[in-house]
């Protein structure tokens, strides 16, 4: 009888197992959990005008330089504007956590437990050369990236174990056992499709001025080395009329103007060189927006709200540094920053200070650890601070009386527990060989904007003995001592979305701690956040993915990795009143690729 149960148990097993992996047709999109929002057969997205006329200009500005027009390599400087003309086999839409669409793949088929996906290409697709897209240029695109792509491609994409060309038109990825992980078949959706017979003839791993042939609706048009960029439509572009398409991609050029600095940029725009500028800088918001053309009409000012989480602004702490690898001294640290002062008489009070990683969503924790988090965290409590579970977080702060002397007596505490003490006026330790080590670090910056929160910051350290210098570079040299964590402390903000998954590996995970050009800019290794991260892969459903965010969150917060700085919940655009934009706009923000140019 019991031998009859065993075998009854095992035949269920495997039936079960089966239907799994098996069980499965393809599908218009998918959706990350749950039900896609948009139905098959659906006409257009609920935030794009299908009446939008095609026609006109767009031109936009950005700051820096640029020494390359391939974004896939961790080499160079890119320039801006690689989503115009490159598409993936899925597109994202904006009005759903996380949902993809068919564009250069006509359908998706996953089986339940998402173990593969297979891709059906759309016939139509086609690269700019005319050539179509194939089942062998997807798969020399994995191949291709994988190896020598970014840091996040590497990591994404190495976790297939096998591809298939079924045909010339169906690809199929299986996965490797111990990934499980349910957003894979997304990540390889959005994976950007190149050309193998272009990159037969043309070295990749290279920084290059050069056109790459893509399947984007804009191809490259004209290239000025390091100051301008501007993109051509194309006016049979194939995917005009997908449904994900409509509405979108409505000017006939785009182009992006490279500015020495946000000064310069910013009287270029008041001028009229360029059309759209966001804005980030709140005093500048209030107070250089005032110019004529802004005072008639011809300049609209519009803050548009969105509900999108608000990501992580910090100063960083690079915590390779010996002197940055004490929690206390972080924190320490962080009771320098007065965000009280600075947003009462710089900002009129208008930003909220930060206090999650996944501000302005359901996914920030908040108060202590629910029974649900504390499932995820006591097996890893060992690699955690305590402090999670006793203690509510609260950004360091000059409390709320406003006097940043309450700040600098908590840290100078803290410094002193961790003996750094005060000699001659500058904070040292005396480590265990007699030598004297000085606290001090170079604050490095990009933008030319944070110098003055940057300077307050440095003022109040010194009241600790603690030497903060400020160093401002190009965009260039930024980018390569980022890449390269030649850093002891930037500021930087870490964007995430409503549902995130593998990515954060590749800003918390140990293995980015080690590899160039990823996100961990801090340098972190720790087995328990790897555990987390390892768990937000394998959420099947919206409230696992929620709890196990929220627990992540807690550990990055009571680590004190950052000194979180503020955010709004709102984006703040001056345009020029040639251009407007759809009456709709959805979760993640206004989007750009939707708007049009009035009277085309």
Known sequence: MKKKLNS????????????????????????????????????????????????????????????????????????????????????????????????????????????????????KARFHDGTKISADDVIFSWELLRKEGRANMRLFYNKVSEVEKISNSIVKFTFKEEAQDRELPLLMGLMPILSKNFFSENEFNKTTLEPIVGSGPYKVKEIIPGRKIVYKRIKNYWGNKLPIRIGH??????????????????E?????????????????????????????GMVKLEEIQNSRPSGMKAF???????????????????????????????????????????ANSDLASSDLPTIE????????????????FTQKYRPQSSETNNEIRIGLKKANELLEKSGWVIEKGKRLKILNNGKKLLLKFEILLVNPDNERIAIIFSKNLKKLGIDASIRTVDSAQYQKRRQNYDFDMIINK???????????????????????????????????????????????????????????????????????????????????????????????????????????
């Open 8 to 123: 009854i148990i095992v035949i269920f097993v495997l039936l079960v197992s089966f239907s799994l992996t098996v069980k499965s047709e393809p599908m218009h999109g998918i959706a990350m959990h749950g039900d896609t929002k948009y139905p098959r057969g659906f006409k257009h997205l609920d935030y794009a005008n299908p009446n939008a006329p095609k026609g006109g200009n767009l031109r936009l500005a950005v700051t820096g330089s640029f020494d390359s027009i391939n974004s896939f390599i961790i080499k160079g400087s890119p320039a801006a504007g690689r989503q115009y003309v490159f598409e993936s086999l899925l597109g994202r839409v904006w009005d759903e956590p996380f949902s993809l669409y068919g564009l250069i793949a006509e359908s998706i088929e996953v089986p339940l437990d998402r173990s593969w996906v297979k891709f059906y290409i759309r016939s």
């Open 249 to 266: 991609n409505n000017f006939d050029t785009i182009s992006y103007e490279y500015f020495r600095d946000s000064n310069v940029l910013m």
């Open 268 to 296: 270029a725009f008041k001028s009229g060189e360029f059309d759209l500028k966001a804005e980030y800088s709140a005093s500048r918001w209030r107070t250089a927006y005032n110019f004529p053309s802004a005072k008639n």
């Open 316 to 358: 960083v702490f690079n915590s390779r540094k010996e002197i940055f690898k004490d929690l206390n001294v972080r924190k320490a640290i962080g009771y320098a920053f007065d965000f009280e002062w600075i947003n009462k008489n710089l900002f009129n009070n208008v930003y909220t200070r930060t206090d999650s990683f996944f």
């Open 373 to 388: 988090e504390k499932e995820l965290l006591v097996p890893i409590k060992d690699f955690i601070p305590k402090t999670i």
């Open 494 to 600: 870490w964007r995430v979305t409503l549902s995130p998954g593998n990515e954060q590996a590749y800003y918390w995970g140990s293995k980015a701690a080690t590899d160039k050009g990823t996100r961990n800019y801090i340098g972190i290794k720790n087995k328990g956040i790897d555990k987390l991260i390892e768990k937000i892969t394998k959420t099947t459903e919206r409230k696992e993915l929620v709890t196990a965010i929220r627990a992540l969150d807690r550990v990055l917060l009571h680590n004190f990795f950052v000194i979180p700085m503020y955010h709004i919940k709102f984006d703040r655009v001056a345009y020029w009143n040639k251009i407007t934009r759809p009456n709709k706009t959805p979760i993640y923000g206004y989007v750009l690729e939707t708007w049009w140019e009035k009277n085309n």
